[in-house]
C-alpha cells in the first residue's frame, strides 16, 4: 500500500463543503480550485472553481451550483449550508426551497395542537397525585374553566407549561421533516445547545434582575395575598419555568428566525425580516392590548431575536426569559400579586414600568453581548471537516484534482476553512483549549 502523500503547496486540495455530503460515494465529489478551459481535461493538480462537482458518470467538472441532471439537487445532497451562515440563514442550503417554511408551518401546528391533548395525560396524573381520585373529573373541570378565565390555579400552570415545553419538538421536528435540517441545529449554529455559555449568561443577567424585582416591588406592591397553593407553585417553578421559557424562544426566536430568515439572501435582510416577525408574533401573542406592554414585550423580543443573531443560538434568550420568569413568579409566590403575574387581555402599562423593563433588558443585552465579544463565541456556522481527501482511481475525477470511490483521507496539519480549528487559528484561539 502506497504512502499518502501531502498535496503539492500551490495546487490545494480541498475539504469536503458538508460534512454529512459523501459525495464521492455517489459518483458526484467536490473539486479544487482552479477552472480548466472548456473542454480540456484538467492536468493532475488542476480543477474546478470552488464548490463544482466531478460528475464521473459524464467524466466532466460541473460548474458551482448545477447538478449531473439540471439545477435540481440531487437525493443525496445535504441541506446543511455549504457556507458560512449566521443563525438566520441557517436553512439556505443547497435544497433550500421556497415552499419549505410553510411545510414546516403545517407540520408544527399539529404537533402543538396534539402536545396540548396529550398534556391532559399527566394533568390527569397530576390531580391524581395531589388531590387523590375522589372528585378528579369536578376538579378538572374547575381548574380548566378557571384557566379559560384567567384564573391560573396549580392544575392550570402546569397544564399550560406543557403546552409551552412542547413547543421544543414541535420546531425541531418541522425544521428537520421540512427541511431536513437535523433539530440541534435550532438549538445553535454548532449543531447543539452549548451549556457553559448558558451558565455563562445566567451568571451575568440573575444580579441584574435581582435588582430588577427590588425596585418592582418598591413601586408596586402587590394587592393580593399569595395563592394556597403557593408551595405547590413554588416547585412547579422551579422545575418547570426554564423549559417553558426555552419552549417559547424555540418557536419566536429559533423557528421563525429561521424560517423567515430563509426566504432572503441578504444575511441583514434575514435577520430583520425575522426580528420584525418575532417580535410582532411574540407580542400578540401575550393578548395584551396595551401599548405599553406591547412596547415591552417587543422590546425583548427584538434583544433576544439580536442576541440569537450576535451568539449563533438561543442559550442566551432562553437564560433571558427563564431568568425574568423564575424571578417573576417567585416573587408573586412570596410576597402576593399572583393573580396579576400573567399578561392577559385586561393587562395595563404605563410609561415608567415600560422604562425600567427597557433598562433591565438593555443591561441584560449589553453585559451579554459583551461577553460574547470576550469569548469571541462562534456566531457563524461553517461546513467543513478536519480531514481532505486526495486521489481517487478512474471512476473519479482527473488525477491529482481530488476525490473520487476510494478516495483517501489524510489528516492535515494547517486548521482548514470551515473547521473549529480554522476558526480558532482566525480569531486567536488556541484550538486545544476549546
Known sequence: MSTPQQPHPHSPA?????????????????????????????????GPAPGALWDAGQARWLPPGTYPHGPAAPAGLSAMPDEPRTYPQMLRGPRRRWWRPLLALLIALPIALAAQVVAFIPLVAFGAATRGTSGLGNWLLTSMNGLAAGKIDAAGFFYVNLGLIALIPAAGL????????????VSSVVGGFRWRWLLRCLVVVVPVWAIYIGIGLLLD?????????????????????????????????????????????RPMLSLVSGTVVSAVAFSAAHGSPDPWILGSLAIFAISCCLLTWRTGGLEAAVAIHAVNNIAAFAAVLNFGGWDEAFIGGDSKGDPVQFGIDAAV????????????????????????????????????????????????????????PGTYAWEDAEEGRDPQRR
Open 221 to 265: 406592591t402587590p394587592a393580593t395575598d399569595r395563592p394556597t397553593e403557593w408551595i405547590t407553585l413554588l416547585v412547579l417553578v422551579v422545575l418547570m419555568t426554564p423549559l417553558q421559557a426555552a419552549g417559547e424562544e424555540y418557536l419566536f426566536r429559533g423557528w421563525i428566525l429561521q424560517n423567515v430568515g430563509s426566504w432572503f439572501k
Open 14 to 46: 480541498t475539504w469536503s463543503p458538508i460534512p454529512q455530503q459523501d459525495g464521492w460515494r455517489t459518483g458526484v465529489v467536490p473539486g479544487p480550485d482552479v477552472v480548466p478551459a472548456p473542454g480540456v481535461v484538467p492536468a493532475p493538480g488542476v
Open 174 to 185: 418541522s425544521i428537520w421533516v421540512a427541511h431536513h435540517i437535523r433539530p440541534k441545529f
Open 361 to 416: 433588558q438593555l443591561a441584560a443585552f449589553a453585559l451579554i453581548w459583551w461577553q460574547a465579544k470576550r469569548i469571541k463565541i462562534s456566531r457563524h456556522y461553517r461546513p467543513g471537516m478536519p480531514l481532505i481527501y486526495r486521489d481517487g482511481p478512474a471512476a473519479g475525477p482527473p488525477s491529482g484534482s481530488g476525490g473520487g470511490d476510494g478516495a483517501q483521507l489524510v489528516p492535515v496539519s494547517q486548521p482548514l
